[in-house]
C-alpha cells in the first residue's frame, strides 16, 4: 500500500512562495557574481547605473584595519565618518588586499588573471598602493582618499549645486598648476597634475581600466629594460610619479576627456582654474579643493571655503625608497617649491657645477660636505 502523501493547508504554502523566491534570486546572484564580494560590487554598479548616484562608501587602504590604527591615523579617519555618517567605511590592508583583488579579478569576477600576477609579484609599496586604489575604483566606485587625509568638508560638498550628479562620472581636483616649468628637465612632468590622494568615481569607469592596463604595460616594460623579474624592478621618485602617481593619472584622465568631448583637451583647460569645470564627464575641482595649503599653484589655505581636505603627509615616506634627485652640492630642486627664482638660481648653479673639470667638482663636493659638518651655509655660485 502507497503512503498518502502530506497535504499542506494552502495559505501555509502561499506563505512559502515569496521565502522560496528570494533563495531562487540570491542564489541566481550569487551564481552570476560568483562570490558575495562581487555581489557587493555588482549591486553597486546596478545601483549606481540606475540612480546616476555615487555609490555612498569610502575607501582608504592602510598597514592595518581600523581597530589597529594608531591615534593619530585614528583621528584623522574618523573624520570622514564623523561627517559623512551616511557612507559605508572600509580599509583595505596589507593583509586582506590580495584576497580583494583576487576575488574581483579572478575568473569568478572581471577574469584578469594578468593583474593578479602583477599585484601579488610587486614589492614597491607605492606601487601597489597606487594601484589598489585604482582597481577598487574601477570595480566599487566611490571615495578614495589617502590615510593621512583629513575631511574639511562633507563629501555632497565635492559637487556644487549647479551641477546634478547624473552628469558626472568622476571628480578630481587639481594639484599642481606650474606650466611654466613644463620643460624642465626635473620638474618639467610634474609640473602639470591632477590630485590623486583624494577623488571620487562611479563603478567600471573605463578610464580606469585604461590607467591599470597603462600601469601593467609600464612596469612590464621596466622589469624587460631592467632584466629583472617584477619583484626586483627599482625605480626612483619621478618614475613612480610618471608611472603610476599624479602624472599617470593625469595623462589617463586628459586622454579620456579628450574622447569624450572628441576635441584635445589639455592642461590649458585647467591652468588657472577659479570655479570648478565639467569636461567629458569629470567634475575637476579647483586646487583649493583637495590640495589646499601647498604654498604653490595658488592653492589658498585649508580656511577657504571651497577647501574640503587637509593632507597631512604623515603617511607620505614613501620617497626615502624612492629618492628624488639630489644634486651633491645643491641638493633638490624640488624644495624650492617651485619658487621661480629659486628654481633659475638652482639651474644656474647646476650649470656652473657642470661646466666645472672632475677634480674641481669633487673640491666643490668637499667643500659643502665641510661646511655642512660644521653647521656653516654653503655660498656657492649665485645667479
Same mark, same amino acid.
Given at each position: ?6 497535504v499542506?493547508?494552502?495559505?501555509? %504554502? ?35 547605473a540606475?540612480? $546616476? ?31 559623512n ?8 590592508t596589507? &593583509? ?5 583583488v583576487e ?16 599585484y601579488?609579484? !610587486? ?11 585604482? !582597481?577598487?575604483?574601477?570595480?566599487? *566606485? ?6 593621512? %587625509? /583629513? ?9 556644487? &549645486? ?13 594639484? +599642481?598648476?606650474?606650466?611654466e616649468?613644463?620643460? =624642465? ?8 597634475s591632477f590630485? &590623486? ?9 573605463p578610464?580606469?581600466?585604461?590607467? +591599470?592596463?597603462?600601469i ?11 632584466k ?5 624592478? #627599482? ?14 593619472f ?6 579620456y576627456?579628450?574622447?569624450?568631448? #572628441?576635441? *584635445? ?5 585647467? =591652468? ?8 567629458? $564627464?569629470?567634475? %575637476?575641482?579647483?586646487? /583649493?579643493a583637495?590640495?589646499? *595649503?601647498q ?10 571655503k ?15 625608497? =624612492?629618492?628624488?634627485?639630489n =644634486?651633491?652640492?645643491? *641638493? ?25 673639470? #672632475? ?5 666643490? +663636493? ?5 661646511? /655642512?659638518?660644521?653647521?656653516?651655509s ?6
Amino acid at each position: 500500500m502507497y503512503a498518502r502523501r502530506p497535504v499542506y493547508p494552502v495559505p501555509q %504554502v502561499r506563505r512559502l512562495l515569496p521565502a522560496c523566491a528570494i533563495c531562487i534570486l540570491l542564489i541566481i546572484l550569487v551564481s552570476t557574481a560568483g562570490s558575495f564580494g562581487e555581489l557587493s560590487a555588482s549591486i553597486s554598479y546596478r545601483a549606481t547605473a540606475s540612480t $546616476g548616484q555615487f555609490p555612498r562608501k569610502i575607501w582608504q587602504t592602510w598597514k592595518v584595519d581600523p581597530l589597529g590604527f594608531e591615534e593619530r591615523d585614528l583621528s584623522v579617519a574618523r573624520t570622514w565618518t564623523a561627517k559623512n555618517p551616511e557612507y559605508r567605511y572600509e580599509v583595505l590592508t596589507d &593583509q586582506n588586499d590580495v584576497q580583494y583583488v583576487e576575488t574581483h579579478f579572478g575568473p569568478s569576477g572581471f577574469n584578469r588573471l594578468d593583474i593578479i600576477y602583477m599585484y601579488k609579484s !610587486l614589492r614597491l609599496k607605492i606601487i601597489k598602493a597606487d594601484l589598489l586604489r585604482y !582597481l577598487v575604483m574601477y570595480v566599487e *566606485g566611490g571615495v578614495y582618499t589617502d590615510i593621512d %587625509v /583629513e575631511a574639511l568638508k562633507p563629501i555632497h560638498r565635492f559637487i556644487p &549645486q549647479r551641477y546634478s550628479e547624473k552628469q558626472i562620472d568622476m571628480v578630481i581636483g587639481v594639484e +599642481i598648476d606650474q606650466p611654466e616649468f613644463n620643460n =624642465h628637465t626635473i620638474l618639467g612632468k610634474k609640473s602639470q597634475s591632477f590630485c &590623486q590622494w583624494t577623488f571620487m568615481c562611479k563603478p567600471r569607469l573605463p578610464v580606469m581600466m585604461v590607467l +591599470i592596463n597603462n600601469i601593467l604595460r609600464w612596469l612590464n616594460q621596466v622589469a624587460i629594460d631592467q632584466k629583472v623579474p617584477i619583484s626586483e624592478i #627599482q625605480l626612483g621618485f619621478d618614475e613612480v610619479i610618471s608611472g603610476t602617481g599624479p602624472s599617470a593619472f593625469t595623462k589617463a584622465l586628459l586622454s579620456y576627456m579628450s574622447g569624450k568631448e #572628441q576635441v *584635445g583637451v589639455n592642461w590649458d583647460y585647467f =591652468h588657472n582654474l577659479v570655479e570648478s569645470k565639467l569636461v567629458g $564627464g569629470v567634475l %575637476v575641482l579647483t586646487v /583649493e579643493a583637495f590640495a589646499a *595649503g601647498q604654498g604653490h599653484s595658488d592653492s589658498g589655505n585649508h580656511n577657504a571655503k571651497n577647501a574640503l581636505v587637509k593632507h597631512h603627509y604623515h603617511a607620505s615616506n614613501w620617497p626615502t625608497a =624612492h629618492p628624488r634627485y639630489n =644634486h651633491p652640492v645643491y *641638493g633638490e630642486v624640488e624644495k624650492c617649491n617651485w619658487d621661480v627664482e629659486c628654481v633659475k638660481a638652482w639651474d644656474y648653479n647646476k650649470a656652473v657645477f657642470d661646466a666645472l673639470s #672632475q677634480e674641481e667638482q669633487l673640491a666643490q +663636493i668637499a667643500l659643502k660636505d665641510q661646511t /655642512e659638518s660644521e653647521d656653516i651655509s654653503f655660498p656657492g655660485p649665485i645667479s
